[in-house]
T-cell receptor, first 111, second 118 residues
């Protein structure tokens, strides 16, 4: 069974204080690893898909990287509007329409 | 373009009562999902539809949960009877059916229906 573990559970940052979120995964044949952002009271919003080790994707202050066992989401010089829960999910080649999500990391950025 | 629309946004019911949630996916999206999200957890898949066919319902508790997607567009998720442990957010998502490498796995989620069972 696919497993996704995210750490830390919560992260409090000062505006401009860069940090990283971790996503460790176990999946039989990774097809893709996904990062989503979820604001309170909203559904998750897609950020990135990573397919192979060594791949990197960037969007504004966010950069996602992938190794064979984990993914990192780096937040560079965060702003208060980056406050959200960041969810990681994996998709196996054997079931390429199912996402298995981690519990998420809740990021709070203080001005 | 309109996103995924869900209703109701909030529902409070007594245990053993029935409840239904409705979802209208993005126009043209063949694949529709229902996910369950407990507080502090990530979404968990309940059921996936390809057009009107339920192709993965292995995680749907069939003794009390049912779902349908008539005409391959809107979908309804029903719980009867509801139990205290069903309190959660029920998320609907949709995606276009793209083959092979075109399938980025991106899901488009609605805002969810928050259920409280008293």
């Amino acid at each position: 069974e696919d497993q996704v573990t995210q750490s830390p559970e919560a992260l409090r940052l000062q505006e401009g204080e860069s940090s990283s979120l971790n996503c460790s995964y176990t999946v039989s044949g990774l097809r893709g690893l996904f990062w989503y952002r979820q604001d309170p009271g909203k559904g998750p919003e897609f950020l990135f898909t990573l397919y192979s080790a060594g791949e990197e994707k960037e969007k504004e202050r966010l950069k996602a990287t992938l190794t064979k066992k984990e993914s990192f989401l780096h937040i560079t010089a965060p702003k208060p509007e980056d406050s959200a829960t960041y969810l990681c999910a994996v998709q196996a080649r054997s079931n390429d329409y199912k996402l298995s999500f981690g519990a998420g990391t809740t990021v709070t950025v203080r001005a | 373009e309109a996103g995924v629309v869900q209703s109701p946004r909030y529902k409070i019911i007594e245990k053993k009562q029935p409840v239904a949630f409705w979802c209208n996916p993005i126009s043209g999206h063949n694949t529709l999902y229902w996910y369950l999200q407990n507080l502090g957890q990530g979404p968990e898949l309940l059921i996936r539809y390809e057009n009107e066919e339920a192709v993965d319902d292995s995680q749907l508790p069939k003794d009390r949960f049912s779902a349908e997607r008539l005409k391959g567009v809107d979908s309804t998720l029903k719980i009867q009877p509801a139990e205290l442990g069903d309190s959660a957010v029920y998320l609907c998502a949709s995606s276009p059916r793209l083959a092979g490498e075109l399938n980025t796995g991106e899901l488009f989620f609605g805002e969810g229906s928050r259920l409280t069972v008293l």
